[in-house]
């Protein structure tokens, strides 16, 4: 943990009530998320047992597996999940936006919105995962056929787990880490992964505190478990009474009381979370959002164009990543990685300051500014203004290190010296192409500058990576083609 | 049988060296720390370029690249060296001592050089291009995936790497590809061995470095299955100062240091921030004292001063290096502060450690990693003073290794927490309350 983060904890429990850690929005947030809180039949991997999902808190919609040992109702159950997700995703696909076009001259468009789906916690990014691994591969013909939608729910939740790896992307968000991003409670990271009791620090009800609501959250029987998991004493002394007399129902009347009565009991145990779920959505909306956070969404929206446009063409997703694309998909959250920590930190002061404490960034007020000094080193003079900037900061930055402007990236500079509580920096670009530079792009006597090494490191252009037919022979040489076949679907284990 | 260390390492380099010839398609050779790891790629590379064979050597990082060519344009100078170097590479004086080297930044202005070196990013760039055979130095530091990228640039490669040393590792935390063998967070080496199971794999035997005291201790915590042995005898090396102790603290942890080889000056047990300024300061005043009191080392080259430039001082953290140059400030001038990952293929003639689980509350991943707690304790030609507070092996108690085990991912030799302990129980008989 940061010292920064671990003040803010130990602000958030000497005043009984989460600290912000984040002055604006670090994730994009969907005029219509699409909110599923997903449970699961306990003791099985992936057996769907319920599921609130909606675009509007006034209108849940309860999916429910009467009898979730029962594989046809669970298939029946993905194809009404499906209903929901896919008409989420069609509705998206409406609206388009004319690119420029690319440099080979195609045409490129972008849908006006992108499908947000925001699960509770951590566990609901990774039962949906699964769901979408056990649907992905099923086939609409042969021995056991089901609906169309469920290979496509597959295929989508698939990709939607995916791009939740990708650091930046707000396709698919966990309440519980999206709420953590911008407040620090006073409990522990696991503590944190309850909804109830992280909203009850941030938000305490009227007249409580944060400690005393978040105490209110351990009962299961007041606060739910916010799932996929549920509560032991639930399953075994209501829901399995439930489900048995779904079994035992002898005729249609008996049926339908029986479903009525299982709605009724998996209801009770979805609704306090669907209400937390769009309070914490309310609270987020209230942040005002980050400067780069709409350029983070235009890539989540390309990524979605992308797959909805080869949707119809593509295979369902590799069970697993070969040599080639593991590689390539590593590089690429890397990458991803860096510029939301540097984009994340030239949004917010706040977070800002982690990398000022730790030495990658200085803040301070310009004493000294040359801002027509010319190199004339080379062939060619070159503009390169210096600065001399006066900072309490801990510098950690070496001489001939790269840094960015936090106020404006596109300034960039080197460090000459670092000494007793001054910088040197020579700036190297971001100031036209002239030798004089732009009026306004170089900082003067008296501004206050923040500079950091963040986001400096990328390296240019797209990395070489072999063709996955070329994989070398030190990673096992090129993998076979594939080839659908009717064993897709089963585990390796099963 | 007496053990005759340069005959049992020379037949070692031998094998290696006729195995390149027999046709394999890789060799893979651990080296142990100090064992003539850079000896053997030196050598491997003239034995290729003399049999007429195009050579390209991979390293890791533009300092090693420097130091390879050093050596090499050193030892061969007949051989036509050239280094591919990214835009803005301004050689360093070791490269610039040899006019002989041709630096370009593409490889076709290199096609007349029979031995072509570069570091594995700058390899990764290229887009084509193929040599009959390539060295891959600190093969156990560069990821797979680097790997990847470009092995289509060689036909056969010889891999030479130090299996204790720091594990590579990565800015995101991904666990959809453990278990794959073509994990790309893995070692280059773990993958290539993992699909070619049939390559030989050599192990140097000796360690020049480490003295007698320390060849033991390192191979016994760190190569349980895979030991090795100090090159030279007990007697071999000595560490005297000029000037005696005053009999505090400090002056007993070196005089124990410079008898045994180690000493472990101990602080009152506390936990503390990353930066505890009371071990720091412990830290920095012995590295001082060190200098003070005058070390002189004697050995099998010869006798010399244990000067700054002798000296290195460890920590685990970036931080804690900034806190230690700090309080070394000019009385500590010369001597090499950093951290574990940076010392890496470096040797002193006696190094201070700050111990990584100093001080601290918990025992993670990080400071369990038995690579850090390896790299700290063995660059040293003569002694390592290790400072820590009390308690650190109840902390290990408490936090057993509980990472999460996935199915067909090979258990890592050896485990962090148990070479932790080992070298905290040798650390114990050479122990200096503060």
């Known amino acids: ?51 609130m999902v909606g675009t509007d808190p006034e209108r849940p919609r309860l999916l429910f597996v009467p009898q979730p040992r029962n594989r046809d109702l669970r298939f029946r159950f993905a194809a009404e999940l499906a209903e929901v997700v896919l008409g989420r995703i069609e509705e998206c696909r409406t609206a388009v936006e004319e690119l420029p076009p690319a440099k080979d001259g195609t045409e490129r468009v972008r849908y006006g919105e992108a499908p947000q789906i925001i699960v509770p916690n951590q566990a609901g990014v990774g039962f949906l995962r699964m769901l979408g691994r056990s649907t992905r591969f099923r086939r609409t013909d042969g021995p056991y056929p089901v609906d169309p939608a469920v290979p496509m729910l597959g295929r989508w939740l698939t990709w939607f787990a995916d791009r939740y790896e990708r650091p930046g992307a707000a396709l698919l968000l966990a309440m519980t880490e999206t709420l953590r991003l911008h407040w620090a409670s006073g409990q522990s990271s696991l503590e944190d992964g309850n909804l109830a009791a992280l909203l009850g620090w941030i938000d305490p009800p009227e007249g409580l505190t944060g400690p005393q609501a978040a105490a209110l959250a351990e009962d299961p029987v007041a606060s739910p478990p916010a799932g996929p998991a549920t509560d032991p004493s639930f399953d075994n002394e209501v829901l399995a009474p439930a489900i048995a007399g779904y079994d035992e129902a002898a005729d249609e009347t008996g049926l339908s009381h029986a479903k009525e009565r299982l709605r009724t009991v998996l209801s009770s145990q979805l609704v306090p979370t669907w209400e937390l779920m769009w309070r914490a959505i309310g609270l987020l909306r209230a942040l005002p959002e980050g400067a780069n956070v709409a350029a983070r969404h235009d890539r989540d929206r390309d990524s979605f164009t992308w797959y909805a446009e080869t949707f119809e063409e593509g295979f369902p997703q590799a069970r697993r990543d070969d040599a080639v694309n593991a590689a390539r998909r590593l590089h690429d959250l890397e990458r991803a990685q860096e510029s939301y920590d540097a984009q994340r930190a030239f949004d917010d002061p706040l977070v800002m300051a982690e990398y000022r404490l730790t030495g990658e960034a200085f803040g301070g007020v310009v004493t000294e500014c040359l801002p027509t000094r010319l190199d004339e080193t080379g062939k060619k003079p070159k503009l390169r203004p210096w600065l001399r900037v006066r900072t309490g900061d801990p510098v950690r930055l070496e001489p001939g290190r790269a840094v960015c402007s936090a106020a404006r990236p596109g300034l960039k500079g080197r460090i000459v010296e670092v000494a007793a509580g001054e910088v040197l920096v020579e700036l190297t670009g971001g100031m036209g192409r002239k030798l004089t530079p732009e009026p306004g ?54 | ?105 593409k490889a076709a202005d290199l096609d007349e050089h029979s031995v072509v070196i570069a570091t594995a990013a700058k390899w990764a760039t290229l887009a084509e291009g193929s040599w009959p055979w390539a060295i891959v130095d600190e093969a156990y530091q560069m990821r797979s995936d680097m790997l990847l990228r470009l092995a289509g640039r060689f036909e056969r490669a010889l891999f030479v790497g130090d299996p204790g040393q720091l594990d590579p590792f990565s800015t995101v935390e991904v666990e959809r590809w453990a278990g794959l063998s073509w994990d790309p967070l893995r070692s280059a080496v773990s993958v290539l061995l993992a699909h070619n199971p049939e390559l030989p794999v050599h192990r140097l035997p000796v360690s020049w470095r480490l003295p007698a005291s320390a060849a033991p201790v390192v191979s016994e915590a760190f190569y349980p299955f895979t030991g090795f042995r100090a090159g030279t005898a007990p007697g071999d090396r000595r560490l005297e100062f000029s000037a005696r102790g005053m009999g505090t603290p400090h002056d007993r942890a070196l005089d124990e240091a410079a008898a045994t080889g180690w000493a472990l000056l101990e602080l009152p047990a506390r936990h503390t921030v990353r930066t505890d300024s009371e071990a720091v300061r412990a830290t920095a005043a012995l590295a001082v004292r060190l200098l003070q009191r005058g070390g002189v080392a004697h050995s099998e080259r010869g006798t010399a001063p244990v000067d700054a430039a002798r000296i290195a001082v460890g920590a685990a ?71 820590a507070r009390a308690g650190i092996p109840e902390l290990l108690d408490a936090h057993p290794s509980a990472e999460p085990v996935h199915l067909n991912v090979p258990v890592r030799f050896p485990d962090g927490w148990e070479a932790n302990q080992a070298i905290l129980a040798h650390l114990a008989e050479h122990r200096v309350r503060a």
Request: proline share 7%; charged share 20%; hydrophobic share 45%.
């Open chain 2, 1 to 105: 049988m007496t053990f005759d260390p340069g005959a049992e390492a020379g037949r070692v380099v031998d094998a290696v060296l006729a195995d390149l010839a027999a046709g394999h398609r890789g060799v893979v050779v651990d080296s142990p720390p100090g064992a003539g790891k850079s000896t053997l790629v030196v050598r491997a590379a003239a034995h290729l370029a003399g049999a007429g064979e195009r050579l390209m050597i991979v390293a890791q990082t533009n300092e090693q690249v420097d130091d390879l060519i050093d050596r090499i344009a050193t030892g061969h100078p007949e051989l036509a060296l050239g280094r591919l170097s990214a835009a803005g590479y301004a050689p360093s004086a070791r490269v610039a001592a040899h006019p002989a080297v041709r630096i370009a930044q």
């Open chain 1, 1 to 51: 943990m940061s010292a920064l983060g671990a003040l803010a904890r130990l602000e958030a429990v000497a005043a009984g009530r989460a600290v912000p850690v984040a002055t604006v929005r670090h994730c994009h947030l969907s005029e219509r998320p699409l909110v599923i809180v997903p449970l699961r039949l306990a003791g099985e991997a992936v057996a769907p047992l319920a599921a």
């Open chain 1, 441 to 494: 792009s170089v900082p003067e006597v008296g501004d206050r500058v923040c500079f950091t090494s963040l986001g400096t490191d990328s390296a240019r252009g797209r990395p070489n990576f072999p063709e996955r037919e070329q994989t070398p022979w030190t990673h096992g040489g090129p993998p076979a083609e594939y080839v659908p076949t009717d064993e897709d679907a089963q585990e390796a284990w099963s």
């Open chain 2, 317 to 387: 953290h970036r931080d804690q290096v900034t806190a230690l140059r700090a309080a070394l400030g000019p009385a500590g001038a010369g001597v090499t502060v950093d951290t574990a990952n940076r010392l890496q293929g470096r040797e002193y003639d006696v190094t201070v450690v700050l111990h990584p689980l100093s001080g601290r509350r918990d025992a993670t991943a990080f400071h369990l990693e038995s690579g850090r707690l390896c790299v700290l304790a063995s660059r040293h030609r003569h002694a390592c003073v290790v400072v």
